[in-house]
């Protein structure tokens, strides 16, 4: 009889480990490293008051985890977009984005986890069209990409908040206008630039000849002052000076006073 129940008690145990076996997916699941997760119930939908953190985690099996992505991430989007005068242009662009964890429920409620395109790549179009719409072809071609970025990150960030998506950064990588017009646009820039060397040519001339012009007047000047100032005696008291210092050199000379114009005559032996 004995013999009898404690193999009933084993059998009852293997079946036991066997329906764990079996359904021990239903009873478990993970959630990544990098990712959180939304536990949703067949019957009662998201539960919106849990959010799981990376690990394994034990689940009943009408419910399961919905994984999600909390990492920062990117999303490339390329843009067609009209000029302030109707001009198509194409823009390349980077989302760099990240999802307030502890709204997560609130995030894929109804929609799973498609939040990119159904909040993200609209918005960000429509953010692009209307900051582009706002210039002309000539001012996006000469426009600051850091002022366009933060106008386009300025315009998106209020409406992705209030779906739990925070805007970190955008980054233009390209806008692209026809290229008839890019032609026409870097032709005008030479033009101008060759203008404005010219320009700087004529006025550096311009400022070398007044400079030599006004050293001129000065040396003229120079010279009609000193003119005016040295007569016949102050040359010739100054021949007689230069003649007494070199009469007190060593060297051996012989000094003959008067000459022609009754000046000193310096003679070496």
């Known amino acids: 009889m004995r013999s009898g129940s404690s193999y009933r008690v084993i059998f009852i145990l293997i079946i036991i480990v066997l329906l764990v076996w079996v359904f021990s997916s239903k ?14 119930n067949n019957i009662t ?12 985690k034990m689940v009943l099996p009408w419910t399961k985890i919905i994984n999600i992505d909390t990492r920062k991430q990117g999303d490339n989007l390329d843009v067609n ?27 894929i409620q109804g929609i799973n986890t498609d939040y990119k395109n159904l909040f993200i790549k609209p918005e960000a179009r429509g953010a692009v069209s209307t900051i582009l719409g706002r210039y002309t072809a000539d ?5 600051k990409k850091e002022v366009l970025q933060q106008e386009i990150m300025a315009a998106m960030v209020p409406a992705l ?13 390209e806008i692209t206008l026809p290229k008839s017009i890019s032609d026409a646009i870097e032709a005008k820039l030479r033009q101008e630039q060759e203008s404005q060397e010219y320009e700087f040519k004529l006025k550096k001339a311009t400022l070398e000849a007044q400079r030599l012009l006004i050293e001129a007047d000065g040396l003229a000047a120079y010279n009609r ?13 100054k021949a007689i000076e230069a003649t007494l210092e070199l009469a007190k050199s060593p060297n051996t000379k012989i000094v003959v006073i008067g000459d022609s114009d009754g000046l000193p005559v310096l003679l070496k032996d």
């Open 161 to 173: 908040k209030e779906h739990y998506i925070l805007v970190e950064r955008v980054i233009i990588q």
């Open 139 to 143: 001012e996006l071609y000469s426009a």
């Open 45 to 56: 939908g998201i539960n919106m008051t849990k959010v799981y953190d990376p690990g394994l």
């Open 225 to 237: 002052s000193l003119s005016a100032n040295l007569s016949d005696n102050v040359l010739k008291f």
């Open 27 to 40: 009873f478990f699941d993970r959630v990544p490293v990098g990712f959180h997760g939304v536990l949703e």
């Open 81 to 107: 977009a009209n000029t302030k005068n109707g001009l198509g242009v194409k823009c390349k662009i980077n989302v760099q984005f990240s999802l307030v964890i502890d709204k997560l429920p609130y995030l």
